[in-house]
């Protein structure tokens, strides 16, 4: 049997919905969105369980290390029990229809939300 495709899309929380491209979406930020209404955004799911720890944002953006180490943290706080089931769950989302991860960072394509895009369509 084929493995099922997976559509999963990254956008910033800011741009207005795309109600026929972007399915479920989530938002993937520990934190809400500075300045954006919950009715405006737009957003189904908020799994704090796949967001970044305040930690980890916090040595990042510290200037604490590199893109790819970063990657390796985030890859790490994934492996934990809670966010195991969450990308699991988001992965069945994501087999019924296109799933939006959404977020608030300027470049969401070399963001944790483009990490987790691969890990949920992979």
Same mark, same amino acid.
């Given at each position: 049997?084929?493995?099922?495709?997976?559509?999963?899309?990254?956008?910033?929380?800011?741009? #207005? +919905?795309? +109600? =026929?491209e972007?399915?479920?979406?989530? !938002?993937?930020?520990?934190?809400? #969105?500075?300045?954006?209404?919950?009715?405006?955004?737009?957003?189904?799911?908020?799994?704090?369980?796949?967001t #970044?720890?305040?930690?980890?944002?916090?040595?990042f953006?510290?200037?604490?290390?590199?893109? $790819?180490?970063?990657?390796?943290?985030?890859?790490?706080? !994934?492996?934990? +029990?809670?966010?195991?089931? =969450?990308? $699991?769950? !988001?992965?069945?989302?994501? =087999?019924?229809?296109?799933?939006? !991860?959404?977020?608030?960072?300027?470049? +969401?394509?070399?963001?944790?939300?483009?990490?987790?895009?691969?890990?949920?369509?992979?």
């Amino acid at each position: 049997m084929g493995r099922v495709a997976r559509v999963v899309r990254v956008r910033r929380v800011y741009d #207005p +919905p795309e +109600p =026929e491209e972007d399915g479920v979406r989530v !938002l993937v930020d520990r934190l809400w #969105p500075r300045g954006l209404a919950k009715a405006v955004a737009g957003v189904d799911e908020w799994p704090k369980a796949v967001t #970044p720890s305040g930690e980890l944002r916090k040595w990042f953006h510290g200037g604490g290390g590199t893109a $790819q180490e970063f990657r390796a943290r985030y890859e790490a706080e !994934l492996a934990a +029990p809670e966010a195991v089931a =969450e990308l $699991q769950r !988001l992965r069945g989302l994501a =087999e019924a229809g296109p799933v939006t !991860l959404l977020t608030a960072v300027k470049d +969401p394509g070399s963001s944790h939300a483009a990490v987790l895009a691969e890990l949920l369509s992979g």
